[in-house]
């Protein structure tokens, strides 16, 4: 069974930095894609980047592109989202997600449906 436990969130003003971690375990995560996605009050969950477990592909909406950047450490089973230059509509909650699949594109990695392991979410509020 998959597990992910998402830490590193928090309060900080605007243009400030956060790192978000993800560790993820009960299953060799080779053939998987690692996604995180948010959700604000009142809204739909949004993807915000996602990385192939194997190799070095990674996906990124145009929201989030250039001010973040998704890794992962393959020795601790950790996921990371580097987040800078936050602004306040980066304020939600995040969750990390991972799901097995034999072939990846942007548009299945930015579905949240594609994903069937979800994290319990790390609350990040950015202050104007």
């Known amino acids: 069974q998959v597990q992910l436990v998402e830490s590193g969130g928090g309060l900080v003003q605007a243009g400030g930095s956060l790192r978000l971690s993800c560790a993820a375990s009960?299953?060799?995560?080779?053939?998987?894609?690692m996604g995180w996605f948010r959700q604000a009050p009142g809204k739909e969950r949004e993807f915000v980047a996602a990385?192939?477990?194997?190799?070095?592909?990674?996906y990124y909406p145009e929201s989030t592109k250039g001010r973040f950047t998704i890794s992962r450490d393959s020795a601790k089973n950790t996921v990371y989202l580097q987040m800078n230059s936050l602004k306040p509509e980066d304020t939600a909650v995040y969750y990390c997600?991972?799901?097995?699949?034999?072939?990846?594109?942007?548009?299945?990695?930015?579905?949240?449906?594609?994903?069937?392991?979800w994290g319990q979410g790390t609350q990040v509020t950015v202050s104007s």
């Open positions: 009960g299953r060799p995560f080779s053939s998987y894609v």
């Open positions: 997600a991972a799901q097995w699949t034999s072939s990846i594109s942007y548009y299945f990695a930015k579905t949240p449906e594609n994903y069937s392991n």
């Open positions: 990385i192939k477990w194997s190799g070095d592909s990674t």
